[in-house]
T-cell receptor
């Protein structure tokens, strides 16, 4: 398994603004997943993007994947205070079912 | 209720004692995982399992033991707890088809 590295480590924005966080990884992948963790809770799956996809949407979430740069980005549009959480990416290679996580991006949305 | 449950949610123990953290899932997922989360380290994989009676070491397995006699249960045992094992422990399971991980609410362990 390989670990993604999220950037920035922390991000603070005003409610209504867009939040963008990035993920870089090192070797080829089958898919990449994004998770959210609210303070004191377990991680929750947000979205999965496959290696043959370039962009995927889910509600206010937009994920892009650039396999040539080995990077992904998560965009949260029109952020809300409830989006305050840590966000983690998890790249997954072929035949690999275990996921490893980086330190995440801690997003603070100020009302 | 369907889901993944961990127990206990909070535990305080002393150095040298044995502690077992329980994890139970109701989906019949094949894969199960144990992570620990510490400030400055993110989540680190301790052990994982592909099926009953099949377990493998993750990044930080030292000091931990797991077993998986039934698909739905994946207990994590600290045979002789140390202060460095003070952490929040998360259990997760995943569906083979989607690869999506489902996490429990965590077990917060303090070793004095």
């Amino acid at each position: 398994s390989q670990q993604g590295e999220e950037d920035p480590q922390a991000l603070s924005i005003q409610e209504g603004e867009n939040a963008t966080m990035n993920c870089s990884y090192k070797t080829s992948i089958n898919n990449l997943q994004w998770y959210r963790q609210n303070s004191g809770r377990g991680l929750v799956h947000l979205i999965l993007i496959r290696s043959n996809e370039r962009e995927k949407h889910s509600g206010r979430l937009r994920v892009t994947l650039d396999t040539s740069k080995k990077s992904s980005s998560l965009l949260i549009t029109a952020s809300r205070a409830a989006d305050t959480a840590s966000y983690f990416c998890a790249p997954s290679g072929a035949g690999s079912y275990q996921l490893t996580f980086g330190k995440g991006t801690k997003l603070s949305v100020i009302p | 209720d369907a889901g993944i449950t961990q127990s206990p949610r909070y535990k305080i123990t002393e150095t040298g004692r044995q502690v077992t953290l329980m994890c139970h899932q109701t989906w019949s997922h094949s894969y199960m995982f144990w992570y620990r989360q510490d400030l400055g380290h993110g989540l680190r994989l301790i052990y994982y399992s592909a099926a009953a009676d099949i377990t493998d070491k993750g990044e930080v397995p030292d000091g931990y033991v797991v077993s998986r006699s039934k698909t739905e249960n994946f207990p994590l045992t600290l045979e002789s707890a140390t202060r460095s094992q003070t952490s929040v422990y998360f259990c997760a399971s995943s569906d083979y088809n989607t690869g999506e991980l489902f996490f429990g609410e965590g077990s917060r362990l303090t070793v004095l």
